[in-house]
Protein backbone atom coordinates (compact mmCIF):
# COMPACT_ATOMS: atom_id res chain seq x y z
CA UNK A 1 0.00 0.00 0.00
CA UNK A 2 0.82 3.67 -0.79
CA UNK A 3 2.59 5.70 2.03
CA UNK A 4 2.85 9.66 2.40
CA UNK A 5 5.82 11.19 4.53
CA UNK A 6 5.45 14.52 6.24
CA UNK A 7 8.22 14.61 8.17
CA UNK A 8 7.58 18.40 9.68
CA UNK A 9 4.79 17.54 12.50
CA UNK A 10 4.95 21.54 13.44
CA UNK A 11 6.57 24.31 11.88
CA UNK A 12 6.83 27.74 13.33
CA UNK A 13 7.87 31.15 11.32
CA UNK A 14 7.88 34.51 11.71
CA UNK A 15 5.79 36.24 9.26
CA UNK A 16 7.72 37.11 5.83
CA UNK A 17 9.61 34.76 6.68
CA UNK A 18 9.93 31.75 3.43
CA UNK A 19 8.04 28.82 3.97
CA UNK A 20 8.84 24.77 2.40
CA UNK A 21 6.80 21.82 3.56
CA UNK A 22 8.02 18.62 2.78
CA UNK A 23 5.96 15.50 1.27
CA UNK A 24 7.19 11.71 0.17
CA UNK A 25 5.70 9.12 -1.40
CA UNK A 26 6.19 5.67 -1.92
CA UNK A 27 4.27 4.73 -5.31
CA UNK A 28 5.85 3.57 -8.29
CA UNK A 29 3.22 4.10 -10.37
CA UNK A 30 1.58 7.38 -11.80
CA UNK A 31 0.12 9.74 -9.40
CA UNK A 32 -1.97 12.83 -9.23
CA UNK A 33 -0.44 14.58 -6.27
CA UNK A 34 -2.49 17.45 -3.80
CA UNK A 35 -2.39 19.99 -0.93
CA UNK A 36 -5.17 20.40 1.22
CA UNK A 37 -5.16 23.64 4.07
CA UNK A 38 -7.31 23.30 7.01
CA UNK A 39 -7.49 26.89 9.26
CA UNK A 40 -8.68 26.48 12.55
CA UNK A 41 -11.98 25.25 12.85
CA UNK A 42 -12.78 24.65 9.78
CA UNK A 43 -12.71 21.97 6.94
CA UNK A 44 -10.27 20.84 4.73
CA UNK A 45 -9.60 23.09 1.38
CA UNK A 46 -7.75 22.36 -1.56
CA UNK A 47 -4.83 24.43 -1.79
CA UNK A 48 -3.45 22.74 -5.22
CA UNK A 49 -3.05 19.93 -7.69
CA UNK A 50 -0.71 18.61 -9.87
CA UNK A 51 -1.95 15.85 -12.71
CA UNK A 52 0.59 16.14 -15.38
CA UNK A 53 3.01 18.63 -17.19
CA UNK A 54 4.83 21.49 -15.69
CA UNK A 55 6.36 20.37 -12.26
CA UNK A 56 5.46 23.48 -10.72
CA UNK A 57 2.40 23.94 -9.98
CA UNK A 58 0.89 27.10 -8.38
CA UNK A 59 -1.95 27.13 -6.29
CA UNK A 60 -4.34 29.85 -4.06
CA UNK A 61 -2.88 32.33 -1.85
CA UNK A 62 0.67 32.08 -3.34
CA UNK A 63 1.20 28.71 -2.52
CA UNK A 64 3.41 26.46 -5.02
CA UNK A 65 4.33 23.14 -4.84
CA UNK A 66 7.07 21.01 -6.84
CA UNK A 67 6.83 17.51 -8.38
CA UNK A 68 10.53 15.82 -8.39
CA UNK A 69 9.78 12.46 -9.95
CA UNK A 70 12.95 11.02 -8.88
CA UNK A 71 12.54 12.05 -5.52
CA UNK A 72 9.10 10.82 -4.88
CA UNK A 73 8.47 14.31 -3.57
CA UNK A 74 5.73 17.19 -3.91
CA UNK A 75 7.05 19.92 -1.43
CA UNK A 76 4.70 22.73 -0.83
CA UNK A 77 6.90 26.26 -0.55
CA UNK A 78 5.39 29.74 -0.11
CA UNK A 79 8.21 32.64 -0.47
CA UNK A 80 6.53 35.23 2.09
CA UNK A 81 4.18 33.85 4.63
CA UNK A 82 1.46 36.12 6.41
CA UNK A 83 -0.22 34.92 9.99
CA UNK A 84 -2.96 33.88 8.41
CA UNK A 85 -1.47 30.89 6.74
CA UNK A 86 -1.97 29.49 10.12
CA UNK A 87 -2.97 26.16 9.91
CA UNK A 88 -2.74 22.50 8.81
CA UNK A 89 -1.33 21.22 5.82
CA UNK A 90 -2.26 18.15 4.41
CA UNK A 91 -0.18 16.44 1.58
CA UNK A 92 -2.34 13.43 -0.45
CA UNK A 93 -1.37 11.38 -3.40
CA UNK A 94 -3.90 9.35 -5.67
CA UNK A 95 -2.42 6.90 -7.25
CA UNK A 96 -3.72 5.68 -11.16
CA UNK A 97 -3.75 2.48 -11.87
CA UNK A 98 -5.27 0.32 -14.58
CA UNK A 99 -8.67 0.67 -12.41
CA UNK A 100 -8.23 4.52 -12.65
CA UNK A 101 -7.99 6.72 -9.80
CA UNK A 102 -7.39 5.49 -6.72
CA UNK A 103 -8.40 6.61 -3.58
CA UNK A 104 -6.61 9.60 -1.95
CA UNK A 105 -3.99 8.87 0.70
CA UNK A 106 -3.20 11.31 2.87
CA UNK A 107 -0.01 12.49 4.89
CA UNK A 108 0.15 12.70 8.51
CA UNK A 109 0.01 17.03 8.21
CA UNK A 110 2.04 19.68 9.24
CA UNK A 111 0.79 22.34 11.44
CA UNK A 112 2.26 25.94 10.94
CA UNK A 113 2.23 28.75 12.90
CA UNK A 114 3.43 32.25 11.84
CA UNK A 115 4.45 34.48 14.27
CA UNK A 116 3.25 38.39 13.78
CA UNK B 1 -26.63 24.91 -2.01
CA UNK B 2 -24.72 23.67 1.57
CA UNK B 3 -22.57 21.04 -0.23
CA UNK B 4 -21.87 18.90 2.62
CA UNK B 5 -23.68 18.89 5.87
CA UNK B 6 -23.14 17.18 9.30
CA UNK B 7 -24.58 17.00 12.28
CA UNK B 8 -23.83 16.98 15.13
CA UNK B 9 -21.01 19.35 15.43
CA UNK B 10 -19.70 18.19 19.04
CA UNK B 11 -20.43 15.02 20.59
CA UNK B 12 -19.55 13.62 24.12
CA UNK B 13 -20.58 9.53 24.65
CA UNK B 14 -19.72 7.06 27.17
CA UNK B 15 -18.05 4.21 26.76
CA UNK B 16 -20.62 1.64 25.18
CA UNK B 17 -23.05 3.84 23.93
CA UNK B 18 -23.81 4.07 20.49
CA UNK B 19 -24.56 7.14 18.14
CA UNK B 20 -25.30 8.13 14.69
CA UNK B 21 -23.08 10.72 12.61
CA UNK B 22 -25.12 12.09 9.72
CA UNK B 23 -24.12 13.03 6.81
CA UNK B 24 -25.69 14.93 3.28
CA UNK B 25 -25.31 16.45 0.29
CA UNK B 26 -26.72 18.07 -2.70
CA UNK B 27 -24.16 17.95 -4.98
CA UNK B 28 -25.50 15.02 -6.14
CA UNK B 29 -22.21 13.04 -5.99
CA UNK B 30 -22.48 9.08 -6.46
CA UNK B 31 -19.16 8.86 -3.79
CA UNK B 32 -19.21 9.30 -0.48
CA UNK B 33 -16.75 8.89 2.34
CA UNK B 34 -16.10 8.65 5.87
CA UNK B 35 -12.54 9.65 7.15
CA UNK B 36 -11.54 9.99 11.01
CA UNK B 37 -8.59 12.77 11.76
CA UNK B 38 -6.28 11.94 14.83
CA UNK B 39 -3.13 14.15 15.41
CA UNK B 40 -0.01 12.79 14.25
CA UNK B 41 -2.22 10.33 11.99
CA UNK B 42 -3.62 11.99 8.95
CA UNK B 43 -7.07 11.05 7.61
CA UNK B 44 -7.68 7.89 7.15
CA UNK B 45 -10.83 6.35 5.26
CA UNK B 46 -13.05 4.59 7.27
CA UNK B 47 -15.44 3.22 5.12
CA UNK B 48 -16.96 4.70 2.03
CA UNK B 49 -20.12 4.23 -0.94
CA UNK B 50 -19.75 4.58 -4.50
CA UNK B 51 -23.72 5.00 -4.86
CA UNK B 52 -26.76 4.01 -3.33
CA UNK B 53 -26.61 0.70 -1.65
CA UNK B 54 -23.19 0.06 -1.91
CA UNK B 55 -20.50 0.64 0.42
CA UNK B 56 -16.82 -0.71 1.18
CA UNK B 57 -14.46 -0.67 3.93
CA UNK B 58 -11.69 1.78 3.69
CA UNK B 59 -8.46 1.51 6.03
CA UNK B 60 -10.33 1.45 9.31
CA UNK B 61 -13.51 0.27 9.42
CA UNK B 62 -13.69 -1.62 12.68
CA UNK B 63 -16.22 -0.06 15.16
CA UNK B 64 -18.13 1.41 12.71
CA UNK B 65 -20.97 0.61 10.59
CA UNK B 66 -22.58 2.60 7.20
CA UNK B 67 -25.26 2.06 4.81
CA UNK B 68 -26.21 4.10 2.01
CA UNK B 69 -30.31 3.99 0.98
CA UNK B 70 -30.50 7.37 -1.10
CA UNK B 71 -27.62 9.52 -3.34
CA UNK B 72 -28.01 12.61 -0.63
CA UNK B 73 -27.38 10.57 2.80
CA UNK B 74 -24.06 8.25 4.05
CA UNK B 75 -24.38 7.94 7.94
CA UNK B 76 -21.86 7.03 10.04
CA UNK B 77 -23.11 4.27 13.40
CA UNK B 78 -20.77 3.47 16.04
CA UNK B 79 -22.12 0.54 17.58
CA UNK B 80 -20.45 0.66 20.76
CA UNK B 81 -18.12 3.60 21.31
CA UNK B 82 -14.71 2.97 22.90
CA UNK B 83 -12.06 5.89 23.92
CA UNK B 84 -10.11 4.45 21.07
CA UNK B 85 -12.70 6.31 18.87
CA UNK B 86 -11.78 9.99 20.06
CA UNK B 87 -11.58 12.15 17.15
CA UNK B 88 -12.62 14.41 14.42
CA UNK B 89 -15.01 13.18 11.90
CA UNK B 90 -15.28 14.32 8.31
CA UNK B 91 -17.69 13.14 5.52
CA UNK B 92 -16.22 13.85 2.41
CA UNK B 93 -18.12 13.74 -1.25
CA UNK B 94 -17.04 13.34 -4.76
CA UNK B 95 -18.34 12.72 -8.74
CA UNK B 96 -17.39 9.44 -9.85
CA UNK B 97 -13.36 8.67 -9.82
CA UNK B 98 -12.59 12.06 -8.92
CA UNK B 99 -11.17 10.76 -5.11
CA UNK B 100 -8.96 13.79 -5.99
CA UNK B 101 -11.88 16.51 -6.11
CA UNK B 102 -13.18 15.74 -2.51
CA UNK B 103 -15.64 18.19 -0.89
CA UNK B 104 -16.13 17.92 3.11
CA UNK B 105 -18.14 18.51 4.98
CA UNK B 106 -17.63 20.70 8.38
CA UNK B 107 -16.31 17.98 10.69
CA UNK B 108 -17.87 16.26 14.05
CA UNK B 109 -15.63 16.10 17.24
CA UNK B 110 -15.81 13.39 19.48
CA UNK B 111 -15.64 12.71 22.38
CA UNK B 112 -15.43 9.16 24.26
CA UNK B 113 -15.35 9.24 28.15
Known amino acids: AQSVSQHNHHVILSEAASLELGCNYSYGGTVNLFWYVQYPGQHLQLLLKYFSGDPLVKGIKGFEAEFIKSKFSFNLRKPSV ?19 NEKLTFGTGTRLTIIP | ?3 VTQTPKF ?4 TGQSMTLQ ?10 SWYRQDPGMGLRL ?3 SVGAGITDQGEVP ?17 LSAAPSQTSVYFCATHARDRWYEQYFGPGTRLTVT
Open chain 1, 82 to 100: QWSDTAEYFCAVNPISNFG
Open chain 2, 1 to 3: NAG
Open chain 2, 11 to 14: QVLK
Open chain 2, 23 to 32: CAQDMNHEYM
Open chain 2, 46 to 48: IHY
Open chain 2, 62 to 78: NGYNVSRSTTEDFPLRL
